[in-house]
């Protein structure tokens, strides 16, 4: 039995409380009535999205975001359950964060290093926070996309977290060893 990714997503969204951007699109299945109109993402966006994704969940023993091809499940999210308000956050986000950066450092985003990347979106969440703002910010979307994403991947729930497919042998009470890794969603 192969993982369903659609449903993995929805049981996430649901232990979220459906709180994350596009959660009534991925619950009810129905896409938002008013959306950007030929919203296009290039390849160079999506390899974008990929570090962005990486400077969050980086490699290390297990593979990291980039790995899962997490600038694609980005831009599908982003296009198929984002309204046009969202969909218009999340792309001013990107082309913010681009200029923020290289106004910060000096340096292209795709040419810094993942500390400079991780510590400059550290800190737009640190500043985000602290602005006490209710509005959706492109650097939670991320954020929650990486997540959601990573997690619900084959790499994410096989490598990262532990995978049993169901159905499997019900076991109410397992023991927890220091360093035993999360079981995946199936």
Do not use: W
Request: charged fraction near 25%.
């Amino acid at each position: 039995m192969t993982m369903n990714r659609r449903d993995a997503l929805k049981s996430v969204v649901l232990m979220m409380g459906g709180t994350m951007v596009g959660a009534t699109a991925i619950l009810t299945g129905c896409a938002p009535e008013h959306q950007i109109e030929g919203l296009n993402f290039t390849p160079e966006d999506i390899a974008f999205l990929d570090e962005i994704g990486e400077s969050i969940i980086p490699a290390t023993d297990t593979p990291g975001a980039k790995a899962a091809g997490i600038g694609a499940f980005m831009v599908m999210m982003v296009k198929d359950t984002y309204d046009a308000t969202q969909q218009k956050v999340f792309v001013d986000g990107l082309n913010a964060l681009r200029k923020d950066f290289k106004k910060a450092t000096g340096k292209e985003f795709m040419e810094a290093t993942l500390d400079e990347r991780s510590a400059h979106l550290t800190e737009m969440y640190k500043t985000h926070r602290a602005s006490e703002s209710k509005d959706p910010a492109m650097i939670n979307m991320v954020k929650d996309l990486t997540v959601l994403g990573y997690f619900t991947s084959e790499i994410g729930a096989t490598q990262a977290l532990r995978f049993v497919e169901v159905p499997g042998k019900f076991e109410p009470c397992i023991d927890y060893k220091k360093g035993d890794k999360a079981y995946a969603l199936s």
